[in-house]
């Protein structure tokens, strides 16, 4: 009755209803499709601070985290952290392969003698030594050795 006073067409009017609908459908599911590819893109980039920075973040960094994305650091570090024990292997070491499997390393305090594998060595400070990679790293990351560039 209203659409007669009006004057308008009873077609065209549900077109545009129809259209509108449809635009506005799309729309949200265009603006959908955004908003999950935005969380993926933190999730892989939360995902890399993991293997960069280890199981804890800096509070900078965590500053800028919603509880959401904290509550996923923490659910994959643990992951990779019981996935890594199961497998008896620290992954987060070395991401990409060493060029040569020795490396050279100068002594920061006097450790004293140190069995390595099938021989005994002695480290004095500031001396200088090529040793295996494997055998290097964990005495860098407790900060006994540093790696030495010429």
């Given at each position: 009755m209203k659409m007669q006073e009006e004057g308008l067409d009873i077609e065209t009017?549900?077109?545009r209803d129809y259209f509108g609908?449809?635009?506005?459908?799309?729309?949200?599911?265009r603006n959908k499709r955004c908003l999950l590819a935005y969380v993926y893109n933190?999730?892989?980039r939360i995902q890399?601070?993991?293997w960069q920075l280890g199981a804890v973040l800096p509070?900078?960094?965590?500053?800028?985290l919603s509880y959401s994305e904290k509550e996923f650091f923490k659910n994959y570090s643990d992951l990779l952290g019981s996935y890594m024990t199961n497998i008896d292997l620290d992954l987060?070491?070395?991401s990409t392969p060493p060029k040569d499997p020795y490396i050279q390393v100068r002594v920061m305090d006097n450790v004293g003698e140190v069995l390595l594998d099938d021989q005994s060595?002695?480290?004095?400070?500031n001396s200088i030594h090529?040793?295996?990679r494997t055998e290097a790293e964990s005495l860098v990351s407790q900060g006994i050795l540093e790696e030495f560039l010429a």
């Open positions: 009017t549900q077109n609908a449809l635009i506005h459908h799309l729309s949200l599911v933190r999730g892989q890399c601070l993991r509070a900078d960094i965590q500053g800028k987060t070491v070395d060595t002695s480290l004095l400070r090529l040793m295996k």
